[in-house]
């Protein structure tokens, strides 16, 4: 409970950043008592694939891509893992939520291997996926909002120099025009005889 309460109130409080998200990542790995945490964004490309990653401790490794179909169909995958850096396996648990981008989003989190995920864990670590993608959801929309109404307000700009510039020229052509006549009927009058 403790974990949520901080976790809900920072990212309330403040504008949704990378440290934002990396707070909540540690408030997690202290709350759950585990190696490390992390937040994993995955772009489909098929030139090259993306990947961004925000971790707590250590930078996880890549996820096969049978993890990653299993997280597409299932949302929710459970395995060991076992790293070059790390002396020893892991418990890894892994969240696949959609992200803002519609690219897909995994909370990761690892555990020593005698560690044993208890049911109550499982629902944290599940919620704060949901509390991931809802609050990058928002700030997504919020964003969108945003640049919307600065298009609106450049697009009113330029409607009202558009204006004033199409009533600055029409006086201009009046002014050319009684300019033109003024000095067409000045050069008459020197031309015509003086009839005495």
Same mark, same amino acid.
């Given at each position: 409970?403790?974990?949520?309460?901080?976790?809900?109130?920072?990212?309330?409080?403040?504008?949704?950043?990378?440290?934002?998200?990396? /707070?909540?990542?540690?408030? =997690?790995?202290?709350? #759950? $008592?585990?190696? &490390?945490?992390?937040?994993?964004?995955?772009? @489909? +490309?098929?030139?090259?694939?993306?990947?961004?990653?925000?971790?707590?401790?250590?930078?996880?490794? /890549?996820?096969?891509?049978? =993890?990653?179909?299993? #997280? $597409?169909?299932? &949302?929710?995958?459970?395995?060991?893992?076992? @790293? +070059?850096?790390?002396?020893?396996?892991?418990?890894?648990?892994?969240?696949?939520?959609?992200?803002?981008?519609?690219?897909?989003?995994?909370?990761?989190?690892?555990?020593?291997?005698?560690?044993?995920?208890?049911?109550?864990?499982?629902?944290?670590?599940?919620?704060?996926?949901?509390?991931?993608?809802?609050?990058?959801?928002?700030?997504?929309?919020?964003?969108?909002?945003?640049?919307?109404?600065?298009?609106?307000?450049?697009?009113?700009?330029?409607?009202?120099?558009?204006?004033?510039?199409?009533?600055?020229?029409?006086?201009?052509?009046?002014?050319?025009?009684?300019?033109?006549?003024?000095?067409?009927?000045?050069?008459?009058?020197?031309?015509?005889?003086?009839?005495?």
């Amino acid at each position: 409970q403790d974990f949520l309460y901080q976790f809900v109130r920072s990212v309330n409080h403040t504008i949704v950043s990378e440290t934002t998200l990396r /707070k909540g990542l540690f408030l =997690l790995e202290k709350a #759950l $008592n585990i190696n &490390n945490v992390a937040l994993i964004f995955t772009e @489909s +490309d098929l030139v090259a694939p993306k990947e961004r990653v925000l971790f707590s401790n250590h930078k996880p490794e /890549k996820l096969s891509d049978q =993890l990653l179909d299993e #997280l $597409n169909t299932d &949302n929710f995958v459970r395995f060991v893992s076992r @790293s +070059d850096d790390l002396l020893q396996s892991q418990q890894c648990l892994a969240v696949g939520f959609t992200s803002p981008t519609g690219s897909l989003g995994i909370l990761k989190v690892e555990a020593d291997f005698e560690h044993v995920f208890d049911e109550t864990e499982i629902q944290l670590i599940e919620l704060t996926a949901e509390l991931f993608s809802m609050v990058m959801g928002f700030q997504g929309r919020e964003q969108e909002s945003r640049r919307l109404a600065l298009l609106e307000e450049r697009a009113a700009i330029a409607r009202e120099l558009h204006d004033s510039l199409a009533q600055s020229l029409s006086f201009m052509k009046i002014q050319i025009s009684r300019l033109q006549s003024a000095t067409l009927d000045t050069l008459s009058a020197k031309e015509l005889p003086s009839i005495v």
